[in-house]
């Protein structure tokens, strides 16, 4: 974990700011980026999307509700027979079940089929709620955050060891349903991200692209010199938020400071990516086009800790703040 976030004063602002009988969302935000400690991490990450309301008192109802609905909306679409569906929505529920597999594959937990059926119920359902985008690859790595923190409210230790069938059936649906609820909100925030062409995303890549030619011009020329486009690479960054690109074990770090960005996060990704690209600007020089498709498909960050990580925020943090107000090189 990373020091910052575990240190006691930071703790103690925490639990200042959770306990009292109205959070104020803008000073947890503050808190949150820096990163969370994880035992608050479920209840910060509802309240930052907006899924548990800041009054304490009204908390527990409305979560109350929220979850069976959720049940309800399962029990509507997914628990249905194949008779009862179109065939787009079976050729759908197919492609879930293919990809829910192959998410996360290096963690074993997520390779238990009960976690499998989870995020197959939790993305079935969200597609068929969201005809405008449906099921678009990669939605099944954005589940995946959701599912830890919300299981490390019933689990405990290490990932590795857990053991989802040690729940009760009640507890795995709740999981599911505030899984289900706050990726609902995260993609709100980014829906055209995963509609026809994505063009959320392709307009996002361009920004990279403009925003690494700023900052660092000759890893921008020689990329082009040697004929790469950003979109070879950059794309499945933003489809996948960096989840495929770091250790699982990092991820829920990253996603604080992305969940306490909120609606401008859309844009500080553009920020972080060129951060995350950059770490490597003196290997990248040294490449062949075949070279650099496969430095950037493989990237050497296994052995990645929580100081990696926050180096690449706290450029992120400073180019955002230098930049941000000149938009010219950010023109769409």
Known sequence: MGARATDSARVMKFTKELSGSTVILEKLRELAWSGVPPYMRPNTWRLLLGYAPPNSDRREGILRRKRLEYFDCVAQFYDIP??????????????????????????????????????????????????????????????????????????EGDILKWSISDLSPDKISNVEADCYWCLSKLLDGMQDHYTFAQPGIQRLVFKLKELVNRIDEPVSRHMEEQGLEFLQFAFRWFNCLLIREIPFHLVTRLWDTYLAEGDALPDFLVYIFASFLLTWSEELQKLDFQELVMFLQHLPTENWTHQELEMVLSRAFMWHSMFNNSPSHLAS
Not at 107 to 117: H, L, S
Request: include cysteine; charge should be negative.
């Open 82 to 155: 194949d008779t009862e569906r179109s065939d787009d929505e079976i050729n759908m529920l197919r492609q879930i079940s293919v990809d829910c597999p192959r998410t996360v594959p290096d963690v074993t937990f997520f390779q238990q089929e009960q976690v499998q059926k989870s995020l197959e119920r939790i993305l079935y359902t969200w597609a068929i709620r969201h005809p405008a985008s449906g099921y678009v690859q990669g939605i099944n790595d954005l589940a995946t955050p959701f599912l830890v923190v919300f299981l490390s409210e019933h689990l």
